[in-house]
């Protein structure tokens, strides 16, 4: 990869000007990924429903410097695939010219809910494109409202936290394994950038990565929502960090069907450091809450012992 | 007497819902309505009752279907583009013949659209939006108090005709909060039992089947035919509307409904101080449409009528079926989420009786 300095001198593809939060992590996200680009190729990317699609896009105002488009919630996926096979026949025909790679960016809302019957398809039909789930663990943009994504026990205003329920009561779905699933060249799980870390530019070398494989790609990345998080935006970074190192979001790829963990803890923090750093899990620290702590690091335990196992580390 | 609690609009079609039995709710975010389901995630467990946020709208919708069909009250809400999505399902449920309420608080469209207060959802309410030839019963409150009682309402209307009911608000409706009260209401219908419902044999001996698919061309006539009788029984029976200012000879009539309804009596009020005597039809249910209401009130109108929408005159064409060529049919709208004020339907008004005079 490029050093700082080069990095810095690249293009910007999102620009400032958006109205996301401050402190949002999904523009980020974007830029990062984005950045991955030679600055001779040019993107064409479609966005689902959500916070990122809604906050730079403000008709006739946009934040994005690519080739852009927006459908329904659930059809992001099928939108990039559409014009990635447009493109093709363009090409075919002497029409076009020039590098492009095609981008879907959606929320876990947008894709592991809505937006997975489109995922699925497009990346079956293997088009030539790379999915980016931001997943921040719930339906953030119409105020907090529990996905498939969200973990266990966090209180969100559909699985809201009381005396009898805590909060959501079913484990995150795996939406990355689903993807290994389909037998993809390439797919990566992954945090934003995280200055001072040993993973600090794991983002940006998996889509370098993704965008130099041809066929269909998915990275999923754990990305920080203040709000529904129940965070202080100064330390949201450090949150994610704890997500990595309670293997609670284990990094990690899968290429061609063989799996690499990118980071293994030295020592693995229990999930309480992840809980209780955010207020949407303030609730289980509760002393009678306890055996649901104990249900949740048993799970993560499990789930990590799992991909362990399956990058042949034990 | 039940005491009056002020309720946002959203929370109280919730706490509606509740009142009326409704055992089972299948929700899903979309702005500006996530608060009802929000609502009943809270309190739907504390009566012991079902709160289930689906993945999708055609999920939330088809979860219905499941709940109608085994006789169950059940509500499902969402906003214009999540109700394109349950259209499919909302068709089902109407062949199958299954009873449920579907809220939609309506944005601005077509596509995204907006968020903003709209009716531009009027036709594919009240003209199928789904495919095949069905119909479901509209309600169009205008406060949040009538639609409280219109909630109550809906389901018995829709456990009476094994139909399903829509309530039709906007955001205006949803997000404003205004003083209700949940009366004890018992209703005069005669309702059937649900002996249809798909809930066990409980002795029978044959097995209830609930279908919307006729292979057989005759069967699937015979099918349609005895829908459309139903439906000329709720045209006969379930017509609601609202007269204001029509005790006497009017200038014009103005129709509208829902909270922009509310927005045209201030204007009738600014214009009857200028001496221009306007009325108002406010059709509660905008199907069956309240042809009647015009009727009724034909010989009391000098100059005509004009159909005032938060759309681009989606329900002239109901107004002049109504009319049917007795009256001129004027119309004014805004769209996308763009709210009229009192004083531009006094202008429009106004050019419109000057302009005649």
């Given at each position: 990869?490029?050093?700082?300095?080069?990095?810095?001198?690249?293009?910007?593809?999102?620009?400032?000007?958006?109205?996301?939060?401050?402190?949002?992590?999904?523009?980020?996200?974007?830029?990062?990924?984005?950045?991955?680009?030679?600055?001779?190729?040019?993107?064409?990317?479609?966005?689902?429903?959500?916070?990122?699609?809604?906050?730079?896009?403000?008709?006739?105002?946009?934040?994005?410097k690519d080739s852009w488009i927006h459908t329904a919630f659930e059809n992001a996926a099928a939108t990039i695939s559409g014009a990635e096979a447009a493109f093709k026949a363009m090409k075919r025909k002497g029409h076009i010219d020039g590098k492009y790679k095609f981008i879907a960016f959606g929320g876990d809302g947008g894709t592991y809910d809505i937006g997975l019957q489109s995922l699925s398809g497009a990346m079956e039909r293997g088009h030539d494109m790379l999915y980016v789930c931001y997943d921040n663990g719930a339906y953030m943009n119409t105020g907090i409202q529990r996905s498939s994504a969200t973990p266990y026990g966090a209180d969100t205003t559909t699985s809201p936290a009381g005396?009898?329920?805590?909060?959501?009561?079913?484990?995150?779905?795996?939406?990355?394994?689903?993807?290994?699933?389909?037998?993809?060249?390439?797919?990566?799980?992954?945090?934003?950038?995280?200055?001072?870390?040993?993973?600090?530019?794991?983002?940006?070398?998996?889509?370098?990565?993704?965008?130099?494989?041809?066929?269909?790609?998915?990275?999923?990345?754990?990305?920080?929502?203040?709000?529904?998080?129940?965070?202080?935006?100064?330390?949201?970074?450090?949150?994610?960090?704890?997500?990595?190192?309670?293997?609670?979001?284990?990094?990690?790829?899968?290429?061609?069907?063989?799996?690499?963990?990118?980071?293994?803890?030295?020592?693995?923090k229990p999930i309480t450091e992840w809980l209780k750093a955010q207020g949407r899990f303030k609730h289980l620290l509760k002393p009678e809450n306890e055996h649901i702590v104990q249900k949740i690091q048993e799970e993560v335990d499990r789930r990590w012992e799992r991909l362990l196992y399956l990058a042949g580390v034990k | 007497m039940a005491k009056k609690v002020l309720m946002k609009g959203n929370e109280a079609i919730g706490e509606a819902a509740i009142h009326a039995g409704c055992q089972c709710f299948f929700g899903y975010p979309i702005t500006p309505q996530t608060e009802i389901a929000a609502y009943m995630a809270r309190r739907m467990p504390q009566v012991g009752r079902v709160f289930l946020q689906a993945e999708s709208e055609v999920a939330a919708i088809n979860m219905v279907y499941g709940a109608a069909g085994a006789g169950v009250r059940v509500m499902t809400s969402s906003s214009s583009p999540g109700i394109s999505l349950k259209s499919e399902g909302i068709s089902y449920i109407a062949g199958a013949e299954l009873p449920c309420v579907i809220v939609n608080i309506v944005r601005g469209g077509p596509g995204l659209g907006g968020i903003q207060p709209a009716q531009s959802d009027y036709f594919q309410a009240t003209k199928g939006g789904g495919h095949g030839d069905y119909r479901m019963v509209v309600y169009a409150p205008s406060s949040v108090q009538e639609l409280v009682d219109l909630v109550q309402e809906a389901f018995d209307v829709a456990d009476q005709y094994r139909n399903p009911v829509m309530i039709m608000g906007d955001g205006m409706l949803g997000q404003m909060m205004e003083p209700v009260e949940f009366k004890e209401r018992q209703t005069t219908r005669n309702l059937p039992e649900k002996t249809w419902a798909a809930n066990g044999l409980r002795g029978r001996k044959i097995h209830n089947v609930i279908n919307s698919l006729y292979l057989k061309p005759e069967e699937l006539e015979a099918h349609n035919k005895k829908l459309q009788q139903k439906y000329a029984e709720i045209e006969k029976n379930e017509v609601k509307y609202e007269l204001y200012n029509l005790e006497n000879e009017?200038?014009?009539?103005?129709?509208?409904?829902?909270?922009?309804?509310?927005?045209?009596?201030?204007?009738?009020?600014?214009?009857?101080?200028?001496?221009?005597?306007?009325?108002?039809?406010r059709p509660i249910t905008l199907w069956p449409y309240p042809k009647k209401a015009f009727d009724e009130v034909m010989d009391k109108v000098k100059l005509g009528f004009i159909s005032i929408e938060m759309n681009e005159g989606q329900m002239v064409e109901d107004v002049k079926l109504s009319v049917n060529g007795r009256k001129p049919v004027f119309f004014y709208g805004r769209s996308g989420g763009m709210v009229p004020t009192p004083a531009e339907i006094v202008n429009k008004i106004k050019e419109i009786v000057g302009g005649a005079k």
């Amino acid at each position: 990869m490029p050093n700082l300095k080069e990095l810095s001198k690249k293009k910007v593809r999102l620009t400032g000007g958006h109205r996301m939060c401050a402190g949002c992590g999904a523009p980020m996200v974007v830029n990062w990924i984005l950045k991955a680009l030679d600055d001779d190729v040019r993107a064409v990317i479609s966005n689902a429903t959500g916070c990122l699609e809604v906050s730079t896009c403000l008709y006739p105002y946009t934040s994005w410097k690519d080739s852009w488009i927006h459908t329904a919630f659930e059809n992001a996926a099928a939108t990039i695939s559409g014009a990635e096979a447009a493109f093709k026949a363009m090409k075919r025909k002497g029409h076009i010219d020039g590098k492009y790679k095609f981008i879907a960016f959606g929320g876990d809302g947008g894709t592991y809910d809505i937006g997975l019957q489109s995922l699925s398809g497009a990346m079956e039909r293997g088009h030539d494109m790379l999915y980016v789930c931001y997943d921040n663990g719930a339906y953030m943009n119409t105020g907090i409202q529990r996905s498939s994504a969200t973990p266990y026990g966090a209180d969100t205003t559909t699985s809201p936290a009381g005396k009898v329920k805590p909060g959501k009561e079913q484990f995150r779905k795996d939406l990355t394994e689903i993807m290994v699933a389909h037998h993809l060249p390439y797919v990566a799980q992954t945090v934003p950038v995280i200055p001072g870390t040993p993973y600090m530019f794991d983002l940006y070398n998996k889509a370098e990565k993704a965008f130099s494989i041809e066929g269909p790609k998915f990275m999923n990345v754990l990305t920080p929502c203040p709000r529904g998080w129940r965070i202080d935006t100064a330390t949201e970074l450090e949150v994610v960090k704890l997500a990595v190192e309670t293997c609670f979001w284990p990094l990690y790829e899968v290429e061609n069907g063989v799996y690499k963990i990118n980071y293994i803890p030295k020592e693995k923090k229990p999930i309480t450091e992840w809980l209780k750093a955010q207020g949407r899990f303030k609730h289980l620290l509760k002393p009678e809450n306890e055996h649901i702590v104990q249900k949740i690091q048993e799970e993560v335990d499990r789930r990590w012992e799992r991909l362990l196992y399956l990058a042949g580390v034990k | 007497m039940a005491k009056k609690v002020l309720m946002k609009g959203n929370e109280a079609i919730g706490e509606a819902a509740i009142h009326a039995g409704c055992q089972c709710f299948f929700g899903y975010p979309i702005t500006p309505q996530t608060e009802i389901a929000a609502y009943m995630a809270r309190r739907m467990p504390q009566v012991g009752r079902v709160f289930l946020q689906a993945e999708s709208e055609v999920a939330a919708i088809n979860m219905v279907y499941g709940a109608a069909g085994a006789g169950v009250r059940v509500m499902t809400s969402s906003s214009s583009p999540g109700i394109s999505l349950k259209s499919e399902g909302i068709s089902y449920i109407a062949g199958a013949e299954l009873p449920c309420v579907i809220v939609n608080i309506v944005r601005g469209g077509p596509g995204l659209g907006g968020i903003q207060p709209a009716q531009s959802d009027y036709f594919q309410a009240t003209k199928g939006g789904g495919h095949g030839d069905y119909r479901m019963v509209v309600y169009a409150p205008s406060s949040v108090q009538e639609l409280v009682d219109l909630v109550q309402e809906a389901f018995d209307v829709a456990d009476q005709y094994r139909n399903p009911v829509m309530i039709m608000g906007d955001g205006m409706l949803g997000q404003m909060m205004e003083p209700v009260e949940f009366k004890e209401r018992q209703t005069t219908r005669n309702l059937p039992e649900k002996t249809w419902a798909a809930n066990g044999l409980r002795g029978r001996k044959i097995h209830n089947v609930i279908n919307s698919l006729y292979l057989k061309p005759e069967e699937l006539e015979a099918h349609n035919k005895k829908l459309q009788q139903k439906y000329a029984e709720i045209e006969k029976n379930e017509v609601k509307y609202e007269l204001y200012n029509l005790e006497n000879e009017v200038d014009i009539v103005i129709v509208s409904y829902g909270t922009l309804a509310r927005i045209c009596k201030n204007a009738i009020k600014m214009l009857e101080k200028e001496g221009i005597k306007v009325g108002l039809i406010r059709p509660i249910t905008l199907w069956p449409y309240p042809k009647k209401a015009f009727d009724e009130v034909m010989d009391k109108v000098k100059l005509g009528f004009i159909s005032i929408e938060m759309n681009e005159g989606q329900m002239v064409e109901d107004v002049k079926l109504s009319v049917n060529g007795r009256k001129p049919v004027f119309f004014y709208g805004r769209s996308g989420g763009m709210v009229p004020t009192p004083a531009e339907i006094v202008n429009k008004i106004k050019e419109i009786v000057g302009g005649a005079k």
